[in-house]
């Protein structure tokens, strides 16, 4: 049918010029459409009513694959006038879809679900409009016109569900000018949004704002999966967009119910051939957190299925990180626990001649347009003949493959289900030398263990349809397959390749180094997890993919260890202080909270003595009006000791830096108050310090139009810097490995692993955003 004759088509159900031609240039609705209205002709013989024209419309752009053989009946009824609103369309869509996975459905059922041959005399609708006025009159009356109607009409719904809308809104209508009286002027206006005030002083800082952190309403992966996520029931797989629905979907569903208890059941199952970076956290959290949102079960499940690339510490360092996530496996387990059953469910798809065994080389089915396969028509008993001499060793590798009767969405045809390897896998030895595929194993171990949901990043869309196929041309259950948006961070790789280059060449020094993105690095620079998964919920779950500056990650950082992370002083750059006139005989303790804004959440001890030391920055000769800190003609206050120090002397190297200053001190509250307060150490102990920059210098380091020298060539070799003798109070020395600080006035430091017993290594986690006029 040419172009115009569909437009005119269209045209007769009542659509608009422009709509029609809109609707038209989308080939999926205007296929429905076509055809909806075609059947329609089998029942009206003449013009197609307006109303029913509408409804038609709503059908063909509302129904789901699986319900497409109820579509002739929903026509039937529109056409007989037996569904007459966009109500009772959304109930029967609804009605039939669930009962796509059977046979058929009982037609009073239907009926009644619907509201067939229903109708409300004049005094029903107004009674239950009348009730439903009464219900919220306080409000009407406190808001009169400008109240927003919905409630109300939700109400009067309950005891007239299919009354039209028109009839309700006009009873309506009627009811509020009679309790109300005709609208005035002031009815007609606008009211004037509410200004809400911000409470002062809730700029960030990066000093002591714990009470802002406290306060901020950051979502939570349990609020996320809670409130914003909405997935299917389990058991409803057939409700859900391109699922294919079988003779057998509604007993496996029943089947799959009767085993989980009606569950959700979810797992995340990495490859063991490397370890997890941010990406992969973002998939832990989705799927861990959307079963504990649901009080549902999920597994850890290691895609174990090439045993070249596979070693014993990535299985060990990714349940470590998964339970450092804060999750905990309902059950581990391996894809090799299930090479018996992927085996034998192999043979029975050589059997039902789904399957066949190939001799094409690896190279030859490389590209896009493979030469087909010369063995694609071979027998069923030859292939299942072939299959057992693959397992039984009598082939070379890349000899032989088992490949699936399917074509991939991308137009991959009839992909490998098993190749040959002879490599002792590392749980089952040498009792296997055929090992399944990926596009072979991963949907038959979602159905072997029963997931309700298989979440997954969006580049597995385009095996959506394949995933279906295989469940269904095996006669087992068949989950869900949901995608999701994957994340990508700025200025950071996180190809495992390209990692290990960057160890061999010794830019980093191994998959934990602080620079990079890895999980293990991010806890080692000292992110902790509850940040991690506050940052995954801050992205939320879109089919969206995102790429995001490292910035946001940090800033959920440091809302966390705002107000988990003490505060202590430590100075990196020191500059020794003699005061000439300390007041006391020997050095004083004096307090200082771990949290200032906080004073309840404890305090610790710091030495204050004769022979202190500052930042080497936080003095100057002569400074500006914009410098608040130490100088020859300005006093500064130190924290926590209720004292200023004004210098007297300065006592400088040949080179006319200055390597200690004389001063003198006076109480806080015998002086005018200073401009500002430094940090400061006595009787310190020396720490090693090292401060991380980032590791590549463009956004994209991997892509050659942003750098064309390659990764390798992008990196920042000063990225890290190590500070060997930093000063610090003498309560640190009890700091345990990953423990947190915030050094006063510096940054956010973690305990690093390098850390023995006679000496204490911090890392920079992040700075704080200082204030510069402080500076």
Not at 613 to 628: G, L
């Amino acid at each position: 049918m040419v172009a115009e004759d569909v437009i005119g088509l269209f045209k007769e159900i009542g659509l608009s010029d422009e709509k029609a031609k809109e609707t038209a240039k989308n080939d999926h609705v205007a296929k429905n459409l076509k055809s909806v209205i075609e059947l329609s002709k089998k029942t009206i013989s003449g013009n197609i009513p307006k109303p029913a024209g509408t409804l038609l419309y709503g059908l063909a752009t509302k129904f789901k694959e699986q319900a497409r053989a109820h579509v002739p009946l929903l026509v039937e009824y529109i056409c007989k006038e037996k569904l007459t609103s966009e109500l009772q369309l959304a109930a029967a869509l609804d009605f039939v879809l669930a009962h796509s996975a059977s046979e058929g459905f009982n037609t009073a059922d239907f009926e009644k679900t619907c509201g067939v041959g229903v109708s409300y005399t004049d005094a029903e609708v107004t009674i239950a409009v009348s009730e439903a006025v009464a219900k919220h009159k306080d409000a009407i009356v406190e808001n009169r016109y400008r109240l927003v109607v919905g409630p109300v009409i939700t109400d009067a719904r309950k005891s007239i569900p299919w009354v039209e809308g028109k009839r309700l809104k006009d009873e309506l209508d009627k009811q509020l000018e009679k309790l109300l009286g005709p609208k005035t002027a002031e009815d007609n206006e606008r009211p004037a949004k509410k200004r809400v005030d911000k409470p002062a002083g809730e700029k960030f800082d990066g000093k002591d704002s714990s009470s802002k952190a406290e306060s901020a309403e950051a979502p939570t992966i349990s609020e996320l999966m809670k409130t914003r996520v909405h997935f299917h029931a389990p058991g409803e797989n057939h409700r859900t967009d391109g699922y294919v629905v079988t003779k057998n979907t509604t007993e496996l569903l029943k089947k799959h119910l009767k085993e989980t208890g009606g569950k959700v059941v979810t797992r995340f199952p990495p490859e063991p051939n490397g370890i997890l970076h941010i990406g992969h956290a973002k998939a832990i959290n989705i799927n861990f957190g959307y079963a504990a949102a649901k009080d549902g079960l999920c597994y850890l499940r290691f895609d174990d299925t090439n045993p070249e690339k596979e070693e014993e510490k990535f299985f060990t360092a990714i349940q470590d990180m998964v339970e450092w996530l804060g999750y905990k496996p309902y059950k581990i387990t391996h894809s090799s626990d299930y090479f018996q059953e992927l085996y034998d469910l192999a043979v029975e798809l050589i059997k039902s001649n789904q399957a066949y065994v190939c001799h094409q080389k690896a190279e030859e089915l490389k590209g896009f347009n493979p030469p087909p396969s010369p063995w694609a028509n071979r027998p069923v008993a030859e292939s299942l003949k072939l299959f057992e001499d693959m397992k039984c060793g009598m082939f070379e590798e890349g000899a032989a493959t088992l490949r699936m009767r399917v074509v991939l969405e991308e137009g991959k045809v009839d992909p490998v289900a098993y190749r040959i390897k002879y490599v002792p896998h590392h749980r089952t030895g040498d009792k296997w030398c055929i090992y399944p595929t990926y596009d072979y194993t991963h949907c038959l171990c979602d159905s072997l263990e029963n997931i309700s949901h298989s979440l997954c990043t969006k580049e597995f869309q385009q095996r959506r349809s394949s995933y279906y196929w295989l469940c269904n041309a095996l006669n087992v259950y068949c989950p869900v397959q949901w995608e999701y948006g994957r994340l990508n961070v700025n200025y950071t790789l996180v190809s495992k390749r390209k990692i290990a280059k960057l160890i061999e060449t010794q830019i980093v020094r191994d998959w934990d180094d602080p620079r990079l993105f890895t999980l293990t690095a991010l806890r080692r620079r000292g992110f902790p997890p509850e940040a991690i998964n506050n940052f995954c919920a801050l992205l939320g779950v879109t089919m969206a993919e995102m790429a995001v500056d490292p910035q946001l990650l940090e800033a959920c950082v440091r809302d966390v260890l705002n107000v988990t992370a003490p505060r202590t002083m430590v100075v990196l750059e020191p500059l020794k202080v003699t005061i000439t006139n300390f007041p006391h005989t020997s050095h004083v303790q004096v307090e200082a909270p771990d949290f200032p804004d906080k004073p309840a959440k404890g305090k610790h001890n710091v030495a204050f003595a004769s022979e202190i030391y500052i930042e080497a920055s936080d003095f100057r000769k002569e400074a500006d009006k914009n410098y608040k800190r130490l100088t020859l003609s300005q006093p500064v206050g130190l924290r926590y000791a209720n004292v200023v120090i004004e210098v007297k002397k300065v006592i400088e190297d040949k080179e006319g830096n200055p390597v200690e200053l004389l001063a003198e001190c006076r109480p806080l509250n015998e002086v005018e108050k200073p401009k500002g307060f430094i940090h400061w150490v006595s009787e310190p102990v020396v720490v090693e310090v090292r401060l991380y920059e980032r590791l590549f210098r463009h956004k994209a380091p991997e892509d050659p139009n942003e750098v064309p020298g390659g990764f390798l060539s992008d990196c920042n070799l000063d990225s890290i810097r190590v500070i060997p003798i930093a000063l610090a109070d003498k309560h640190l020395l009890g700091a345990k490995l990953y423990d947190k600080f915030q050094f006063e006035r510096v940054g956010f430091f973690s305990v690093d692993p390098d850390t023995t017993c006679d000496r204490l290594v911090f890392n920079r986690t992040v700075s704080l955003k200082e204030d510069t006029a402080k500076n």
